[in-house]
């Protein structure tokens, strides 16, 4: 089991930028973000391994959004800036079973954490 804790949500106008936390209670090979809307579907943001494959990313924060992760404190970060209304939602952290060392692809994450809500005004 991986049990995993968010931090840094909280409300921002749009145009701004927040930096979400994630420490995972032990190491995952892929760690990722992903983001439930009102009414709308849980959505995989990013992922990032901890190898030398780039991260990935949803086509909607790509170019705004980066993930990172520092291996040595299981923890991973999602730096978010210039921020959109469309935006706001509660935002979780992700993990892989601890013996996966293939693709940190949407389907391989298998913990979730408890997610941290973020909200943008207009």
């Known amino acids: 089991l991986v049990s995993l804790v968010e931090s840094g949500g909280g409300s921002v106008q749009a145009g701004g930028s927040l930096k979400l936390s994630c420490v995972a209670s032990?190491?995952?090979?892929?760690l990722g973000w992903f983001r439930q809307a009102p009414e709308k579907e849980r959505e995989h943001l990013a992922g990032?391994?901890?190898?030398?494959?780039?991260?990935v990313y949803a086509d909607s924060v790509k170019g705004r959004f980066t993930i990172s992760r520092d291996n040595a404190a299981n923890t991973v970060y999602l730096q978010m800036n210039s921020l959109k209304p469309e935006d706001t939602g509660l935002y979780y952290c992700?993990?892989?079973?601890?013996?996966?060392?293939?693709?940190?692809?949407?389907?391989?994450?298998?913990?979730w954490g408890q997610g941290t809500e973020v909200t943008v005004s207009s």
């Open positions: 990032i391994s901890a190898g030398t494959a780039p991260a």
């Open positions: 032990r190491y995952s090979y892929c």
């Open positions: 992700a993990a892989v079973a601890p013996e996966w060392g293939g693709r940190c692809t949407e389907d391989a994450f298998r913990y």
